[in-house]
């Protein structure tokens, strides 16, 4: 069964800040399969 997820204001930042980090030693397709995964 899957379950709605609400993010916060402060997880949606912090996500965001996730996600520029990763930019520094992942490339676009890891970040997006990442990203991908994260959603699901």
Same mark, same amino acid.
């Given at each position: 069964?899957?379950?709605?997820?609400?993010?916060?204001?402060?997880?949606? /930042? /912090?996500?965001? &800040?996730?996600?520029?980090?990763?930019?520094?030693?992942? /490339?676009?397709?890891?970040?997006?399969?990442?990203?991908?995964? &994260?959603?699901?």
């Amino acid at each position: 069964m899957a379950m709605k997820i609400r993010w916060s204001p402060e997880a949606e /930042t /912090t996500f965001a &800040a996730i996600i520029d980090y990763l930019e520094d030693g992942w /490339t676009e397709k890891e970040i997006r399969k990442f990203v991908g995964k &994260a959603q699901k």
